[in-house]
């Protein structure tokens, strides 16, 4: 019962590098998300998928790419990292309920330090 | 468009103490509305949301909420505080209809518990 899984755990880059942060889940699910968690600022969202194939922008995507080659899987990619990127990154995912949304299922979170 | 206000970034009560978490919310179409938790080091959790059915929702853990909408709130409740009740809680809004990508998340309150 894995739900949403996320790879790494815990990260530190230096500024300018670049990485990808894996999102897995074996719901079935329709939509993805990544968000950002920052101090005092809650939840946002930076890129985000409704199937396989597709992604569109979030609130904060500047900086990042994301890729959803597999209706399971949902990359987040940073070409080149700044200060400003550290955060705690999470994913999430949905499924499509008719009449409605439906709640997130979100995985464990990755910590990113930027340095 | 939506928005969501929690108020008070940290809430402390004894234990066996009434918990209110406080949320209000603006939305332009009668909204959908969920309360997250967070413990330390996890990602989000549902404990309860209301689509419009009835007014009082319950959740998991002894929580529930009261959608008031003359009061556009949504305050989260319990009744007994226990220990384990100490994370972050998160209230979000959105949309009908729109998917999971217009959920716009609140700053966060996060309990402390005294024993």
Known sequence: NAGVTQTPKFRVLKTGQS????????????YMYWYRQDPGMGLRLIHYSVGEGTTAKGEVPDGYNVSRLKKQNFLLGLESAAPSQ???????????????????FFGQGTRLTVV | AQSVTQLGSHV????????????NYSSSVPP????????????LQLLLKYTSAATLVKGINGFEAEFKKSETSFHLTKPSAHMSDAAEY???????????????????TRLFVKA
Request: contains cysteine.
């Open chain 1, 19 to 30: 990485m990808t942060l894996l999102c897995a889940q074996d719901m079935n699910h329709e």
């Open chain 1, 86 to 104: 550290t955060s705690v990154y999470f994913c999430a995912s949905s499924y499509i309920s008719n009449g409605g949304n439906t709640e997130a």
């Open chain 2, 12 to 23: 402390s009560v004894s234990e066996g103490a009434l918990v209110l978490l406080r949320c």
């Open chain 2, 32 to 43: 959908y509305l969920f309360w997250y938790v967070q413990y330390p080091n996890q990602g």
């Open chain 2, 90 to 108: 998160f209230c979000a809004v959105s949309a009908p209809n729109t998917g999971g990508f217009k959920t716009i998340f609140g700053a966060g």
